[in-house]
């Protein structure tokens, strides 16, 4: 990976626009062409990342979901902000959609129409193996086509067979802490449970 010179990220990130970030600066940014930045400060120690940058196991992830059907980022670009620091950064096209936190904010009656599909969906990444640790409403876009997909899945895990019960349960509980968490008020959890429940059963 190369090494973004200081002047060159300097400027993305003064002509850009910055769509998030936390104490220790930006994080996500959107470039004057409109592809986004994505800033990773690796909570791994320094020399793990230097081996394996997040950056690097970001891409590998979105080239492992699209290989089974799922919609993620088109990666341009994984380059060093700092290398020492073991700081890495995805270049990509963003995946176009609405975010479901967003969709379930602005239009409650097409958010509850979608939730047969979206329990289906959750359904589709177990069947096929996927954990998705942070699956909640802000990493799941419905996409202009009319399907889901994933936009922060960093921390994603592959199995080789579908999730257990066990695994199954406790990603829907990672769900339900972000809800709480949030303090989403009226969410549907019940009936997102029964979706999933048909879902399985047809899918057996």
Not at 25 to 52: C, N, Q, W, Y
Not at 102 to 124: M, V
């Amino acid at each position: 990976m190369r090494i973004v010179a200081a002047n060159e990220l300097q400027d993305w990130l003064s002509q850009g626009e910055v769509l998030e970030k936390d104490s220790n600066g930006p994080k996500v940014v959107r470039r004057e062409d409109g592809t986004l930045l994505k800033i990773f400060r690796s909570r791994r120690t320094p020399l793990l990342a230097r081996m394996s940058p997040d950056a690097r196991r970001f891409a590998d992830r979105a080239t492992r979901l699209k290989s089974l059907g799922i919609s993620t980022p088109d990666i341009i670009e994984c380059c060093w902000v700092d290398r020492e620091k073991a700081i890495s950064a995805c270049i990509y096209h963003p995946l176009e959609g609405r975010a479901l936190d967003k969709l379930f904010n602005a239009s409650r009656a097409e958010f509850d129409q979608l939730l047969p599909r979206l329990a289906s969906y959750i359904f589709r990444l177990h069947r096929q193996g996927i954990y998705f640790r942070s699956l909640h409403l802000g990493n799941v876009l419905l996409t202009t086509d009319g399907d889901f997909g994933l936009i922060d899945f960093l921390d994603i895990r592959f199995k080789n067979r579908p999730l257990g019960r066990m695994l199954v349960r406790r990603n829907f509980r990672h769900l339900q802490r972000y809800l709480e968490r949030r303090k989403v008020q009226g969410f549907p959890w019940e009936q997102l449970l029964s979706h999933y429940e048909t879902a399985s059963k047809a899918g057996k």
